[in-house]
């Protein structure tokens, strides 16, 4: 009887335990496949973000690309000679060697757009030069301010500008510093000409 309730006791414990065992090994089977399972996860995610920071570098590196080209690109819209050249940095400094780069942009705007028009000269230097019954269009040419200047850093560059293209004058074809123009001049200029505006010093016709 004894070992009948003995050998009962043995099989419950070895049933006990083996259940215990079991429960131990599936918890840690399962331990054991998360990390995997989120480290598989994580891996394919990496690789996405990868991806996708790989194809974005390579969207702005192209974009920037072609900025650049379109930089390289850009054309200068007047070919000029050595003396028609050295005409206009020496018209846009003694015009507006006190205004800022904007200024002396105009200055060449001006003297540029005449030489696209019929009723001037078709040369930078002649359009400087010219004179109408006896007059000079630019003073400076005759006041000696024209053979004295120093060219600028920022009048070369103002004049670089007005040579690739850049117009910011609305086609003026004239301009007066009021406060220093002789009075029979102003009242030609408010009489024949249509004011466009004023920059700086400057007062701009056409």
Same mark, same amino acid.
């Given at each position: ?63 920037? &690309? ?10 200068? @819209? ?17 015009? $507006?060697?006190?205004?800022? @780069? ?5 200055? $060449?705007?001006?003297?540029?757009? &005449? ?9 930078? /230097? ?48 004239? %301009?007066?510093? &009021? +406060?220093?123009?002789?009075? +029979?001049?102003?009242? /030609? ?14 007062? %701009?016709?056409?």
């Amino acid at each position: 009887m004894y070992r009948k309730y003995i050998s009962g006791l043995l099989l419950a414990g070895m049933t006990l335990v083996s259940s215990w065992i079991c429960a131990r090994e599936l918890k840690i089977n399962r331990i054991a496949a998360t990390p995997a399972f989120r480290m598989e996860y994580l891996n394919e995610t990496m690789e996405e973000d990868r991806q996708s920071f790989v194809e974005m570098v390579a969207g702005v590196s192209s974009g920037q &690309r072609v900025v650049d080209y379109e930089v390289l690109e850009r054309t200068i @819209q007047y070919q000029l000679s050595d003396k028609d050249y050295e005409a206009l940095l020496r018209i846009v400094e003694a015009e $507006a060697g006190g205004e800022d @780069q904007n200024g002396k942009l105009l200055v $060449a705007n001006v003297v540029l757009n &005449r030489v696209n028009n019929s009723q001037f000269p078709d040369t930078v /230097w002649d359009v400087v030069m010219q004179k109408e019954q006896g007059v000079a269009q630019f003073s400076p040419t005759v006041d000696g301010r024209y053979q004295r200047v120093s060219i600028s850093e920022d009048t070369i560059e103002a004049v670089e500008r007005a040579l690739y293209g850049e117009d910011i004058s609305q086609g003026a074809l004239y %301009f007066c510093a &009021r +406060d220093k123009a002789d009075t +029979d001049k102003l009242q /030609w200029f408010d009489r024949k000409l249509t004011k466009l505006f004023a920059y700086g010093n400057h007062e %701009f016709f056409l």
